[in-house]
Each structure stands twice: as C-alpha cells, then as structure tokens.
C-alpha cells in the first residue's frame, strides 16, 4: 500500500484547508486509516481516524468540532477538511493506514499502521 498526501499550505487563522491522502495498491475502504501531525519539536500525535469494520470515526479532543475526516471509495482517496484552523494547528501531517483492524485503544497509536504517507506541511499564521 502506498499512501500520497497531499493539499498542505499556508493558511491565516480561521481559515480552512482541505488534504487529500491517495491510496494505490488496496481499497481504501479495506483499510484502516488515519491522520497523525507533529510539530516541530514534538512528538507525533494523532488527528482523526476511521476504524475498519466498524468504521466509526475517532477525533482528537485538539480538533473536535473543526476537523473533519472522509473517506471516497470511488477516488481511493481520503480526506482531512480542516476549519477554524488556529496557530497550533501548524506540523506536518501525515496520513496512515494499516490492513488490520485496530481496537478502539490502539486507533491513535502511531505504531498501529504500518503504512505512511510522506506528510504535507500545513502552516497556520496568528
């Protein structure tokens, strides 16, 4: 599976930005997916995701309400619609996949997918 992120700029607070993550080499909807960011100096943290068979959606606390994450089976493509972005939005995002089908407490732990996309810098000024 490989993953292309893409859709990262420069955007002023309250603004919005919408990435695009593509899919090759699997169906997206037999995927687990994810979006993670890290910030400068940090660690990688997680964003949003979609659980495989249950497919319900996860948010962090950080982005409820503002992010939103899609998925288009047709494109194999998911998304990330990003509003209201504020200051400490600002990293890199990646999205991430695995084949399997993680538990509710795994869905925000970077180890869980096995398959990155090369991120996209989302930068956000005050």
């Known amino acids: 599976v490989q993953l292309q992120a893409s859709g990262g700029g420069l955007v002023q607070a309250g603004g919005s930005l919408r990435l695009s993550c593509a899919a090759s080499g699997r169906a997206i909807g037999n995927l687990a997916v994810a979006w993670f960011r890290q910030a400068p100096g940090k660690e990688r943290e997680f964003v949003t995701g979609?659980?495989?068979?249950?497919?319900?959606?996860h948010y962090a606390d950080s982005v409820k309400g503002r992010f939103t994450i899609s998925r288009d089976d047709a494109k194999n493509t998911m998304y990330l619609q990003m509003n209201n972005l504020k200051f400490e939005d600002t990293a890199v995002y990646y999205c991430?996949?695995?084949?399997?089908?993680?538990?509710?407490?795994?869905?925000?732990?970077?180890?869980?997918?096995?398959?990155w996309g090369q991120g996209t810098l989302v930068t956000v000024s005050s």
């Open positions: 979609i659980r495989r068979r249950v497919g319900g959606t």
């Open positions: 991430a996949a695995t084949l399997g089908s993680p538990i509710l407490s795994s869905v925000g732990r970077p180890i869980t997918y096995e398959f």
